[in-house]
């Protein structure tokens, strides 16, 4: 059974900068598209974030966080990063992981709290 493991959230000032990590297994990590998905309080929607190919060669993001967000890889160790930069306050939410598009069962989800 394939499992996806966050973590690396946080409480982050506006502007600062986290790391999240989505550990995989039960698969082989390569051949999967990944997407950082997530969920803010309040009743809103899961939504994407982020996406990459299974090689790593392509990204896509979403508008709200392009050019600041940096999805990458590792597939020697089963793992999806997402680099958070330049923070805001609107990018608290629960963070997740998942294929792209997202056919898993999700995980635990890594909370990211950012005060202004």
């Known amino acids: 059974q394939v499992q996806l493991v966050e973590s690396g959230g946080g409480l982050v000032q506006a502007g600062g900068s986290l790391r999240l990590s989505c550990a995989a297994s039960?698969?082989?990590?390569?051949?999967?598209?990944m997407g950082w998905f997530r969920q803010a309080s309040g009743g809103k929607e899961r939504e994407f974030v982020a996406?990459?190919?299974?090689?790593?060669?392509?990204?896509y993001y979403a508008d709200s966080v392009k050019g600041r967000f940096t999805i990458s890889r590792d597939n020697a160790k089963n793992t999806v990063y997402l680099q958070m930069n330049s923070l805001k306050p609107d990018d608290t939410a629960v963070y997740y992981c998942?294929?792209?598009?997202?056919?898993?069962?999700w995980g635990q989800g890594a909370q990211v709290t950012v005060s202004s």
């Open positions: 998942n294929d792209n598009p997202p056919i898993r069962d």
């Open positions: 996406s990459i190919t299974g090689s790593g060669g392509v990204t």
């Open positions: 039960g698969r082989t990590f390569g051949y999967y598209a």
